[in-house]
């Protein structure tokens, strides 16, 4: 038996992975000491424990412990980088080169900057939602001090040319920011390879608790400052003040640390679920797939509808489906996805458009039976 509605809003969050409920759950009561205090075996244990988290997150992405600022998520881990690097390097420019499919996390706050006097470049995507590098390159300034190229689209899930846009940015001597939320324990993301200077990611993307999250600030070649964004205690090497949440970064350890030992399996699994929802949809008349034919993610699905709105689609299958129009916080809105409309996508089909992101607990039975509901619902409505 089926159990309704399926979930296919894992882009926006997953539920906890039951492991790492049981590995927070001694942090609230037992082991609760602040990881601060120094001077007794309450705080060594959190500090212990916080340690053991650092080098998990770090080994996920190829990075020294050292390297991990613990932060309340990734859009806090994008203000501090961005804002960061913007008060610290003033004196070499003021300049920012960024996509226009970037997250409202970074699209917001570089527009913040801009009304204070930054110069903001936003890079055009083709129609299958990837920067072109010649544009990066055509981009750079002498002041240019941060390139801003998220890893995979929240979206879409096409994956940008990071590799490329990495060599770039060391040839020009810019630092590169790369939000790394959704494609962080889903696929391969090593910030040497990549040489990414500092990446962004988020626990509750990837079945740790909401309200934590992880800044990677390269140590050296070149090693990068930021100017904190909140100041107090000096926690976190005084990048990032404030008690450490001890519970949830122990959780978000514990959930890199799965997705680490289960990557190779779960994305060969979820790819074929992928797959198989494509094709299924794709035999719905007047349906499109909204991507890149090959740099996708194996968890994100982004579909036009033919001669209907998400709106009006959303609400026939939300007893059934859980799925959304693509980002959680314009959803409701009836103006069309930016990310779409970067991507040339028509205003009628960016407007049509739905997004199925599945996960760890997705089953093959769910997406056959999305298919089949779809498939029903779809004509219903066209037929009304
Ligand atoms: C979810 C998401 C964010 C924001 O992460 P939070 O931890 O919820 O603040 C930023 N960027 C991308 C690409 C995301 O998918």
Known sequence: ?????????????????????????????????????????????????????????????????????????ATEACNLAIRGVWELYAKKGNHFIISKTEHKAVLDTCKILEKKGACVTYLDVNSSGQIQVEDLMKAFRPDTILVCIMLANNETGVIQPVKEIGLLCKQHQVLFFCDATQAVGKIPVNVEEMEIDLICCSSHKIYGPKGVGALYIRSRNPRVKLSPQITGGGQEDGVRSGTLNVPGIVGFGKACDICGNRMKEESEKMNRMLNKLRQGILEIPGTVINGHPKDYLPSILNVSFER????????????????????????GSLEPSYVLTAMHVDRNKAKSSLRF????????????????????????????
Not at 1 to 7: A, F, G, K, R, S
Not at 21 to 33: A, I, K
Not at 308 to 331: D, E, Y
Not at 363 to 378: A, C, N, P
């Open 308 to 331: 209907l709105n998400s709106t009006l689609l959303l609400s026939a299958l939300k007893s059934k489906i859980a799925v959304s129009t693509g980002s959680a916080c314009t959803s």
């Open 1 to 73: 038996m089926l159990n309704l509605p399926i979930y296919l809003d894992y882009s926006a969050t997953t539920p906890c992975d039951p492991e790492v409920v049981t590995e927070m759950l001694p942090y609230f009561t037992q082991y609760f000491g602040n990881a601060s205090s120094k001077v007794h075996p309450f705080g060594w244990q959190a500090e212990a424990a916080v340690a053991q988290a650092r080098e998990r997150v770090a080994t996920l992405i190829n990075a020294q412990s050292r390297e991990i600022v613990f932060t309340s998520g």
């Open 357 to 384: 992101s599945l996960g760890r607990f997705t089953t093959e039975e769910e997406i056959d039976f999305v298919i089949k509901e779809l498939g029903h619902i779809v004509n219903q409505l066209r037929d009304g």
